[in-house]
DNA sequence: CACTTGACCTGTCCGC
DNA sequence: TGCGGACAGGTCAAGT
């Protein structure tokens, strides 16, 4: 669930909480969420400092002061919250219930809590994961980009020096894939998950079991102008907040508010009134405007 | 090698 | 109401 712009969402509230901040104390339930070496967590991580939050694909990398840096994968369900007064209460919040930026976030550690690390200013920062599939890494930092995950991932989607033609060329590195299965791998491209590839395809028309060469340039470039669109808008609007999605502070995020297929079967398509539609491609659950975007017959 | 599918987990929802 | 099963979606290992 958390994709390239809610993980950005974390990054940007951390990086503004974390850096200066000394980690006092770490507890945690299983090894498969935070599966480092105890002496390595008691010399590198223990009375270290944050210097920065870094974002690569949908990863966080908090550097220390010790050589070391947490590099941390949510996964599907997983959460990065910062607490350092509780008063908030689930569903509520300071918003009250049922707004868009209420908190999904009751008191904390709760049963999903897998670490919590204890700051110098008696803050403390939450992983909760439900589903278990995130892990939190004690990694020398010099030796960050050279682990398995970092070494095969695909440029960033929102740099400025990541061109249409970049796009296109990275794309056709699966000629025989479908376009959905292509913007998924994050070997492509980084950091893009399936509401935005949903949503990039309805902005671009293309069906998304089209194979990657039976795409036209201009179709490929239309892509690039309407994935760029999407994760711009979402990280304007606080992220996808479908279940389990929350800010560092708590908070849920607005984009499936302004979604246009994702979740929204059975609903009408904002562009052409035709019912929003679900299917299977590439193992995913995935919406389409039967209309906009019709499959494309290719020769063989 | 290129590509697809299943496993990893837990909670929720749907039909009987 | 309880219960089984499908489903959720990121990534990697195993399969075709």
Request: hydrophobic share 35%; charged share 25%.
């Amino acid at each position: 669930m958390p994709e390239l712009p809610e993980v950005e969402i974390i990054r940007r509230g951390l990086n503004r909480l974390l850096p200066g901040r000394r980690i006092v104390s770490v507890t945690h339930d299983t090894p498969k969420s935070f599966p480092n070496a105890k002496a390595d967590v008691e010399q590198f991580l223990i009375g270290a400092t944050v210097k920065d939050v870094r974002r690569r694909a949908k990863v966080l990398i908090i550097e220390l002061d010790s050589k070391y840096s947490l590099v941390i994968h949510l996964k599907m369900t997983g959460q990065l919250v910062y607490v350092k007064e509780q008063f908030s209460h689930k569903g509520e919040g300071r918003f009250g219930a049922g707004h868009p930026n209420s908190s999904l976030v009751g008191k904390l550690p709760d049963k999903s809590t897998r670490v919590t690390f204890t700051l110098d200013n008696s803050a403390q920062l939450f992983f909760n994961d439900q589903r278990k599939f995130g892990w939190i890494r004690l990694i020398p930092t010099a030796e960050v980009t050279n682990i398995d995950f970092f070494k095969k991932i695909g440029p960033e989607p929102l740099t400025s020096d990541f061109t249409s033609r970049a796009f296109r060329e990275r794309l056709l590195k699966r000629p025989n894939t479908s376009i959905k299965a292509a913007l998924l791998d994050q070997s492509v491209i980084a950091g893009v998950g399936n509401i935005y590839a949903d949503e990039s395809l309805w902005g671009a028309k293309i069906h998304p079991t089209t194979f990657v060469r039976a795409v036209s340039k201009q179709k490929l470039n239309d892509l690039y102008n309407k994935l760029r669109y999407v994760l711009e808008l979402s990280i304007k609007k606080g992220g996808s907040t479908d279940r389990n999605y929350v800010d560092s502070a708590g908070k849920k995020g607005s984009y499936l508010n302004f979604a246009r297929v994702f979740r929204r079967e059975g609903l009408d398509c904002q562009r052409c009134g035709t019912t929003i539609a679900k299917l299977r491609v590439a193992g995913r659950g995935t919406h389409i405007c039967p209309n906009c975007q019709k499959p494309k017959k290719v020769k063989p």
